[in-house]
Every structure is written in structure tokens, then in C-alpha cells.
Nanobody, 123 residues
Framework: VQLQASGGGLVQAGGSLKLSCAASGRTFGTMAWFRRAPGRERDFVAA???????FYADSVKGRFTISRDSAKNMMYLQMNSLRPEDTAVYYCAAGMDVLIASTARREDFYGYWGQGTQVTVSS
């Protein structure tokens, strides 16, 4: 199983980026994005489970949209209205279980991780 994240970069505050995660090897029950900002723990960003239910961190709700293309085994994170505090390394994660709101936010429920892609938002 491999997860490959891409799409990060440098953007000005208020701008947009779209991250992609290519998954290979199997089909997952839940896929998610986490991020690690400098000096912080890795935090939950968004998740989408089979069937289309999505979960978002409060800090990104209304600005970020997670989506999946099951046919291509791809996951995306459309990030709009970016803020300097969104600067982080973004990781895609996948798990076999179809998670609920409380567990989808916990990284220990994801068994597979991508390598991370840097997003930098300048003020």
C-alpha cells in the first residue's frame, strides 16, 4: 500500500491550493488529511469515509473541501481562503474502517500514511 501526497506550495493569504493523494494497493474505508505546523503536534484537518460522509476541523470548515475519486483511488483537499496559520506539512492518511466523527479525527485509526507535502501561506 502506498499513499503519495502532492500539490503543496507557496501561496499568498487568501489564495487557494488543491492537494492530491494517490492511493494504491487497496480500497479504504476512510481517508483523511492531517497537518503538522512548525512546533505543533500533527492535527486533524478533514476526513471522508465511504458513502460520502465528511468531517472537518473547526478551523477549516467552510474553507476546505475534501473529496475522493474512488475510480482513480484519489483523494483531494481543495483549500480556499488560505491563512498564514494554515502553513504546515500536510499528510494524507487512510484506514480500512469506516469511521465516525469521534474516531475520524484520531490519527491512531489510520494505518497508512503518505510522506507529506509542504503548504506555506505568506501574509
Amino acid at each position: 500500500v502506498q499513499l503519495q501526497a502532492s500539490g503543496g506550495g507557496l501561496v499568498q493569504a487568501g489564495g487557494s491550493l488543491k492537494l492530491s493523494c494517490a492511493a494504491s494497493g487497496r480500497t479504504f474505508g476512510t481517508m483523511a488529511w492531517f497537518r503538522r505546523a512548525p512546533g505543533r503536534e500533527r492535527d486533524f484537518v478533514a476526513a471522508r469515509r465511504s458513502g460520502g460522509i465528511t468531517f472537518y476541523a473547526d478551523s477549516v470548515k467552510g474553507r476546505f473541501t475534501i473529496s475522493r475519486d474512488s475510480a482513480k483511488n484519489m483523494m483531494y483537499l481543495q483549500m480556499n481562503s488560505l491563512r498564514p496559520e494554515d502553513t504546515a506539512v500536510y499528510y494524507c492518511a487512510a484506514g480500512m474502517d469506516v469511521l465516525i466523527a469521534s474516531t475520524a479525527r484520531r490519527e491512531d485509526f489510520y494505518g497508512y500514511w503518505g510522506q507529506g507535502t509542504q503548504v506555506t501561506v505568506s501574509s
